[in-house]
Protein backbone atom coordinates (compact mmCIF):
# COMPACT_ATOMS: atom_id res chain seq x y z
CA UNK A 1 0.00 0.00 0.00
CA UNK A 2 2.91 1.76 0.67
CA UNK A 3 4.79 1.64 -2.65
CA UNK A 4 1.31 2.80 -4.22
CA UNK A 5 0.09 5.72 -3.19
CA UNK A 6 1.99 8.90 -4.42
CA UNK A 7 1.18 10.95 -1.57
CA UNK A 8 3.40 9.73 1.16
CA UNK A 9 6.12 11.53 1.78
CA UNK A 10 9.74 9.81 1.37
CA UNK A 11 10.16 10.28 5.45
CA UNK A 12 6.82 8.94 6.18
CA UNK A 13 7.69 5.36 4.11
CA UNK A 14 11.44 5.27 5.67
CA UNK A 15 9.37 5.63 8.87
CA UNK A 16 7.18 3.07 7.81
CA UNK A 17 9.90 0.73 6.82
CA UNK A 18 11.94 1.52 10.31
CA UNK A 19 8.39 0.24 11.98
CA UNK A 20 8.08 -2.88 10.05
CA UNK A 21 11.60 -4.17 10.71
CA UNK A 22 11.22 -2.81 14.67
CA UNK A 23 8.30 -5.05 14.51
CA UNK A 24 9.69 -8.05 12.72
CA UNK A 25 12.31 -8.04 15.64
CA UNK A 26 9.76 -7.64 18.63
CA UNK A 27 8.49 -10.97 16.90
CA UNK A 28 11.66 -12.97 16.75
CA UNK A 29 12.92 -11.72 20.42
CA UNK A 30 9.60 -12.62 22.14
CA UNK A 31 9.96 -16.15 19.88
CA UNK A 32 13.70 -16.84 20.40
CA UNK A 33 13.78 -15.91 24.77
CA UNK A 34 9.68 -17.16 25.59
CA UNK A 35 8.63 -19.86 23.12
CA UNK A 36 11.53 -21.95 22.19
CA UNK A 37 12.76 -22.40 25.91
CA UNK A 38 9.13 -23.48 27.24
CA UNK A 39 8.98 -26.00 24.21
CA UNK A 40 12.00 -27.78 24.94
CA UNK A 41 11.01 -27.63 28.69
CA UNK A 42 7.58 -29.53 27.50
CA UNK A 43 9.37 -31.88 25.43
CA UNK A 44 12.21 -32.84 28.33
CA UNK A 45 8.91 -33.12 30.25
CA UNK A 46 6.82 -35.15 27.50
CA UNK A 47 10.01 -37.12 27.01
CA UNK A 48 10.08 -38.22 30.98
CA UNK A 49 13.69 -36.83 31.38
CA UNK A 50 12.48 -33.53 32.89
CA UNK A 51 14.67 -30.01 32.46
CA UNK A 52 17.40 -30.33 35.00
CA UNK A 53 20.28 -29.32 33.95
CA UNK A 54 18.68 -27.33 31.48
CA UNK A 55 16.66 -25.68 33.72
CA UNK A 56 18.85 -22.86 34.21
CA UNK A 57 19.50 -21.74 30.56
CA UNK A 58 15.69 -21.95 30.55
CA UNK A 59 15.26 -19.50 33.44
CA UNK A 60 18.43 -17.28 32.06
CA UNK A 61 16.84 -16.99 28.29
CA UNK A 62 13.40 -16.08 30.02
CA UNK A 63 14.52 -13.54 32.14
CA UNK A 64 16.11 -11.64 29.64
CA UNK A 65 13.03 -11.17 27.92
CA UNK A 66 12.37 -7.72 29.49
CA UNK A 67 15.42 -6.42 29.22
CA UNK A 68 16.01 -7.02 25.46
CA UNK A 69 12.42 -6.43 24.16
CA UNK A 70 12.50 -2.51 24.01
CA UNK A 71 16.16 -2.36 22.57
CA UNK A 72 14.65 -2.81 18.96
CA UNK A 73 13.22 0.32 18.72
CA UNK A 74 15.92 2.40 20.23
CA UNK A 75 18.26 0.81 17.68
CA UNK A 76 15.66 0.70 14.37
CA UNK A 77 13.27 3.55 14.32
CA UNK A 78 15.76 6.61 14.01
CA UNK A 79 13.84 9.52 16.21
CA UNK A 80 14.20 7.04 18.82
CA UNK A 81 18.24 6.43 18.14
CA UNK A 82 18.94 10.24 17.85
CA UNK A 83 16.77 10.43 21.00
CA UNK A 84 19.07 7.95 23.07
CA UNK A 85 22.42 8.68 21.46
CA UNK A 86 21.95 12.19 21.47
CA UNK A 87 21.25 12.14 25.47
CA UNK A 88 25.24 10.39 25.73
CA UNK A 89 26.66 13.46 23.40
CA UNK A 90 25.09 15.87 25.46
CA UNK A 91 26.42 14.47 28.67
CA UNK A 92 29.91 13.41 27.51
CA UNK A 93 30.50 17.68 25.97
CA UNK A 94 29.42 19.08 29.58
CA UNK A 95 32.02 16.73 30.94
CA UNK A 96 34.52 17.91 28.21
CA UNK A 97 33.55 21.33 29.09
CA UNK A 98 33.93 21.32 32.70
CA UNK A 99 37.57 19.55 33.24
CA UNK A 100 40.39 21.46 33.43
CA UNK A 101 43.97 20.15 32.59
CA UNK A 102 45.63 19.14 35.37
CA UNK A 103 49.15 21.06 34.94
CA UNK A 104 46.86 24.52 34.02
CA UNK A 105 47.16 27.29 36.55
CA UNK A 106 44.17 28.39 36.60
CA UNK A 107 43.26 31.80 38.82
CA UNK A 108 39.23 31.54 38.28
CA UNK A 109 37.67 29.74 41.33
CA UNK A 110 34.94 27.50 40.59
CA UNK A 111 31.24 29.03 40.15
CA UNK A 112 29.72 27.54 42.79
CA UNK A 113 32.41 28.41 45.62
CA UNK A 114 32.42 31.94 46.64
CA UNK A 115 35.39 33.69 48.27
CA UNK A 116 35.17 35.81 51.17
Do not use: H
Not at 57 to 63: F, G, H, K, M, N
Amino acid sequence: MMQTSSMVSSKARSLQSQLYYALVFQIIIPTVLLNVPLAVFFVLTLLNRGPGEYSAYLSLLISLYPVIDPLPNFFIISPYRKAAFGCFKWNRQLSDVNQVPPNSKNLVAPANISIK
